[in-house]
């Protein structure tokens, strides 16, 4: 069971990102997935996630409109947009059975990747 995250880096405040997250080793076709962040100093905390169809989101307030998850099947990818100094942090896609537990306590954590916003 493994999940590889990708696409982090340096961005400009206003900028753009798109984090990919690549699920293997199980039946991750019909799992839930998400992405949580940490910033330096801080608790990790949920960011978004998206049903198994890909009909259902979730987002946390603090990106809603900035930012938006999609899936093709075992990929999940998070669209970044008017990115803020705010938002770096290390980003860790997850994945779980349901919606109540990836937004919560997902059961797969990936390696992280590193999002930093700064001019």
């Known amino acids: 069971v493994q999940l590889q995250a990708s696409g982090g880096g340096l961005v400009q405040p206003g900028g753009s990102l798109r984090l990919s997250c690549r699920a293997s080793g199980g039946a991750f076709d019909y799992y839930a997935m998400g992405w949580f962040r940490q910033a330096p100093g801080k608790e990790r905390e949920f960011v978004a996630a998206?049903?198994?169809?890909?009909?259902t989101t979730n987002y946390a307030d603090f990106v809603k409109g900035r930012f938006t998850i999609s899936r093709d099947g075992t990929m999940a990818s998070l669209q970044m947009d008017s990115l803020e100094p705010e938002d770096t942090a290390v980003y860790y896609c997850?994945?779980?059975?349901?919606?109540?537990?990836?937004?919560?306590?997902?059961?797969?954590w990936g390696q992280g990747t590193l999002v930093t916003v700064s001019s």
């Open positions: 997850a994945a779980a059975a349901a919606m109540s537990i990836v937004t919560s306590t997902p059961d797969y």
């Open positions: 998206i049903n198994w169809t890909g009909g």
